[in-house]
T-cell receptor, first 115, second 114 residues
């Protein structure tokens, strides 16, 4: 049972345009959400996170939106750059007291940004 | 600051052989995690340590997998005997004391069981 779903295995965008990566979850106990980026032969790198008490968090070119009623979150990258090409994982946790120790990951979306 | 270090980076073994992976977390991080990532999937937690105590090993297949974190720093994950289905990337991560603390991942060990 996939509790965190990334239904698009891949996404291709032009440099300078917006990239939107989507993630859906089924467990209503999840209260903390993260995006990780992964380059080949490297471990995942933390990108941005959002708590369930918020609906938006922004960090430079990266913005994460959370729609709790729809159990949906998205990552927006504006503007997209070729160096953003990587696999992006959505992850969620349902820690008591907010601890994010037990992360449930989606399968990932491969983003390709074309020059 | 040095990141999470893992070794070896790659390992090829025949089935039924034992194998071990080593992880050195970021200095000062008392929480350590081992994940397994199968091809085309996201990482899945195997075990979590708080200092030297395994506080969540519910996902660890205990018939063939074992882990230890002596002295609460480095950790070793072992598989004995390995099976074909164990082929995966084994990731180690660490984080600072509890709360909304980011997990920092190492580069992983890619295991191929033939």
């Amino acid at each position: 049972d996939q509790q965190v779903k990334q239904n698009s295995p891949s996404l291709s965008v032009q440099e300078g345009r917006i990239s939107i990566l989507n993630c859906d979850y089924t467990n209503s106990m999840f209260d903390y959400f993260l995006w990780y980026k992964k380059y080949p032969a490297e471990g995942p790198t933390f990108l941005i996170s959002i708590s369930s008490i918020k609906d938006k968090n922004e960090d430079g070119r990266f913005t994460v939106f959370l729609n709790k009623s729809a159990k949906h979150l998205s990552l927006h990258i504006v503007p997209s750059q070729p160096g953003d090409s990587a696999v992006y994982f959505c992850a969620a946790s349902a820690g008591s007291g907010g601890s994010n120790y037990k992360l449930t990951f989606g399968k990932g979306t491969l983003l390709t940004v074309n020059p | 600051e040095a990141g999470v270090v893992q070794s070896p980076r790659y390992k090829i073994i025949e089935k039924k052989q034992p194998v071990a992976f080593w992880c050195n977390p970021i200095s000062g991080h008392n929480t350590l995690y081992w994940y397994r990532q199968n091809l085309g999937q996201g990482p899945e937690l195997l075990i979590r340590y708080e200092n030297e105590e395994a506080v969540d090993d519910s996902q660890l297949p205990k018939d063939r997998f074992s882990a230890e974190r002596l002295k609460g720093v480095d950790s070793t994950l072992k598989i004995q005997p390995a099976e074909l289905g164990d082929s995966a990337v084994y990731l180690c991560a660490s984080s600072a004391p509890t709360g909304f603390e980011t997990q920092y991942f190492g580069p992983g060990t890619r295991l191929l069981v033939l």
